[in-house]
């Protein structure tokens, strides 16, 4: 039995069909958009919520999603069925991973992470998607009978500084995040489109604050030397096993100077 109830899948897939959960997806679509568009390797993975592309502006030509046979069915298959912290994935095999909102809705969060770790390439991008607890939606959710507007009310809220540690133990680097939805957890479509100024307010004033946030990470190998692309390196190398000749012959010209050869 896990220490920390979770929804249940039905319950997560229900709310995003729901204003608010389309109003999530649509800030972290956008965002992943612009973030992913720049990332390249051989392999892409989606951990989770099938229904949603996130990875369509990626370039990478192998994307796969892979959803857990407990999960709810949706209208688009994933292409394989596996547990989340029992991955299937060969080590260092994949050069872009996305979990979207997969930490907070599983018992062993820190096992997926483990197998993030494991089945990412050195200098692999890990992206995670969550839910701040430090937020309107977050203070929210603690008062009794205030849930509305949020995915169920069994999930864990993960804090962008506890992931950092839980990252940082894995050898991983945090060099990007990005915090969004500053409107109240409403219901309606059109309260969510009232309070909509807040989140250039929000995005300015009390950025950390964002209800949803948007974290990336890089694996680190600790000895790992980059090899340089043929191109960049060829002038050099050919420049620099012709010095020792020029420095040589120069030196034996002195020497034949100084003794009169």
């Known amino acids: 039995m896990p220490s920390n109830p979770v929804a249940p899948p039905s319950a997560a897939i229900a709310w995003r069909q729901t204003p608010p959960g389309q109003y999530v997806l649509a800030w972290e679509q956008e965002r992943l958009d612009a973030a992913l568009a720049d990332v390249f390797g051989f392999n892409a993975l989606q951990l989770g919520m099938p229904e949603q592309d996130f990875l369509r502006a990626n ?46 809705f599983h018992p062993q969060p820190h096992q997926i992470l483990r197998e993030a770790e494991r089945i990412l390439r050195p200098e692999g991008r ?16 603690s008062l009794p009978g205030r849930t509305r507007g949020q995915p169920g009310n069994g999930q864990q809220y993960l804090s962008v500084l506890r992931l950092r540690d839980w ?6 680097e945090v060099d990007r995040g990005a915090f969004g939805v500053y409107v109240p ?3 309606s479509e059109q309260w969510l489109r ?25 694996k680190r190998v600790a000895g790992m030397h980059l090899i340089l692309p043929a191109w960049d390196t060829g002038k050099k190398l050919a420049a620099k096993a012709l010095t020792p000749v020029t420095h040589r012959t120069h030196k034996e010209n002195n020497k034949e100077n100084q003794y009169g050869g």
């Open 167 to 172: 990252l940082k133990l894995l050898d991983f």
């Open 59 to 104: 370039r990478i030509a192998l994307r796969q999603t892979i959803a857990q046979p407990t999960d709810a069915p949706t209208d688009v298959r994933p292409d394989l069925l596996a547990e989340f912290s029992r991955l299937p994935i060969a080590s260092q095999s994949i050069d872009l991973l996305l979990l979207p909102h997969v930490l907070e």
């Open 185 to 187: 957890p409403c219901k």
């Open 194 to 218: 009232r309070w909509h100024f807040m989140e250039l307010a929000g995005d300015r004033w009390w950025g950390f604050a964002g209800s949803v946030y948007m974290l990336r990470a890089i």
């Open 126 to 141: 890990l992206f995670i998607l969550g839910f701040n607890p430090l937020s309107l939606w977050g203070l929210t959710r």
